[in-house]
């Protein structure tokens, strides 16, 4: 009767004097530990030449299952390439299901770990600038 | 008025004054102390945001419970109501007075019993006082007029007079080794040898009713929230709450305060002042509180009795037969 009860006593004074222990993340000035894979905001990639690698084939916005996303295309005059005029993202409707990043031939739409996107207005549409912006700030290109 | 009079009174005033406030400090920080240890060894953090690691938490807690709204509810028994918070905390503090926290000291020609006061029945009056708490929670749950506080009152109230048995019984070996009911003496016979060598099963019945006494953890059944809410103080709210929790703390405070008394050695220990030591002693007991409470879960309600009375109340009379044996053979 005696042993199991001195038992709980050592393991629960071991994680007294254990700090590394502790699982709580503080977490504003913590931030948590995400895993590769996480799946947070879509988010525009930016290609070589500095300009949106998006080709505004559409792919995203028809395989999209919340409908969040709105491309519009336009042609470049001078390289002919096809480039999105308008690409808005509605963060209240996305699922973060990750769909528009497997159907992008081109690799434009990652979903990375933005997840923080609570907001004070009613409406929460990224435009594409926006969109671009969170790639820009991670300093990345390809 | 006689001159040596005036001094007498004054010194004991002073002493009640300082015994009160270290009390009434060891409480508050009591409240962070077992928020912090027992997050601790529940791998958590406990409060980090008040203050850094949340030292001022009890002082947030405090002001929050000074600004919540007094309610007393309509059909309750207005006068008890108001009576019971006071009938809980009150015997909680006063049994310090007979608890010796250090030796005598010689401070302008006078000599000063580390003591409130050094009465030659303190044992009694300590187990008088203490069962005065009992009618606090009785009456608590009483005058709320709702099912739940009553139901956690008699509980308690079923608990407490159970424990208090065994309590008193575990003490009784202690008293019969020193031959006095004086704290102070109890304390000066331990000068060579502790009780809880002499008397171990005298400590573990002691420990284990002091838990069931003071309604902590592995005995929290009066406030057992899955089935009552919050026991006898459901309806409190306010510095009433508040009150209740004190008592709770001083409770422990207290009861810690008798086991070292009792069997720990009082103040007796070498190198440091015995303030000093009566204080360390007394954190321990504090800590091993907080420890049981993070780690076991609670009793249900007929395993608690079994326990007290089948099991707690035999070892007990087997304990004062065994040292009375003892004394007898030793002579």
């Known amino acids: 009767m005696i042993l199991p009860l001195l038992k709980g006593l050592i393991l629960t004074i071991k994680r007294f004097f254990n700090p590394n222990a502790v699982v709580t993340q503080q977490y504003p000035e913590e931030r948590p530990k995400l895993p590769s894979r996480f799946r947070g905001l879509p988010e525009l990639q930016i290609g070589k030449d500095g300009r949106e690698r998006c080709i505004a084939c559409g792919l995203c916005a028809k395989v999209c299952p919340s409908k969040c996303i709105t491309v519009e295309g336009a042609t470049d005059k001078i390289t002919q390439r096809r480039y999105p005029k308008v690409y808005e993202l509605d963060a209240f409707r996305c699922i973060f299901c990750g769909f528009c990043e497997e159907a992008c031939p081109v690799r434009a739409v990652i979903l990375r770990d933005t997840f923080e996107l609570s907001t004070y207005q009613n409406k929460n549409i990224f435009d594409k600038k926006q969109l671009l912006d969170l790639t820009k700030k991670r300093k990345i290109s390809f | ?331």
């Open chain 2, 1 to 331: 008025m006689n001159k040596d009079l005036l001094i007498y009174l004054t010194i004991t005033c002073i002493k009640i004054f300082i015994v009160f406030g270290v009390i009434q400090f060891m409480i508050i920080s009591m409240i962070w102390f077992e928020r912090k240890i027992m997050a601790h060894m529940q791998v958590r953090l406990g409060p980090m945001r008040v203050g850094p690691h949340g030292l001022l938490q009890p002082i947030a807690d405090g002001i929050k419970l000074l600004f919540k709204e007094d309610i007393i509810p309509e059909k309750a028994n207005k006068f008890l109501f108001v009576l019971a918070p006071v009938m809980t905390l009150v015997p909680a503090l006063i049994t310090f007075a007979v608890i010796p926290f250090g030796d005598k000291i010689k401070i302008f020609g006078y000599s000063i019993d580390l003591v409130i006061t050094d009465i030659n029945v303190g044992f009694l009056y300590i187990f008088a006082v203490s069962s005065l708490g009992v009618y606090g929670v009785v009456m608590a749950g009483w005058a709320s007029n709702n099912k739940y506080s009553l139901l956690g009152g008699i509980r308690s109230s079923a608990q407490m007079i159970s424990y208090e048995l065994t309590l008193g019984l575990s003490l009784i070996g202690v008293v019969m080794l020193t031959g006095s009911l004086s704290l102070v003496d109890i304390v000066n016979a331990q000068a060579k040898i502790w009780n809880i060598i002499l008397q171990p099963i005298g400590f573990f019945i002691y420990v284990t009713s002091a838990f069931a006494e003071v309604n902590r953890t592995p005995f929290d059944l009066p406030e057992a929230e899955s089935e009552l809410v919050a026991g006898y103080h459901t309806e409190y709210s306010s510095m009433k709450f508040a009150m209740f929790f004190m008592a709770e703390y001083a409770n422990m405070i207290t009861v810690s305060a008798i086991a070292v008394t009792f069997f720990l050695g009082g103040w007796q220990g070498p190198f440091l002042p015995p303030v000093v030591w009566f204080m360390l002693k007394l954190s321990g007991c504090l800590f091993f509180f907080i420890w049981v409470r993070s780690t076991y879960p609670r009793l249900r309600y007929d395993q608690l009795m079994h326990f007290g009375w089948k099991f707690l109340l035999p070892l007990s009379l087997f304990n004062i037969l065994i040292t009375g044996l003892v004394m007898v053979i030793k002579g």
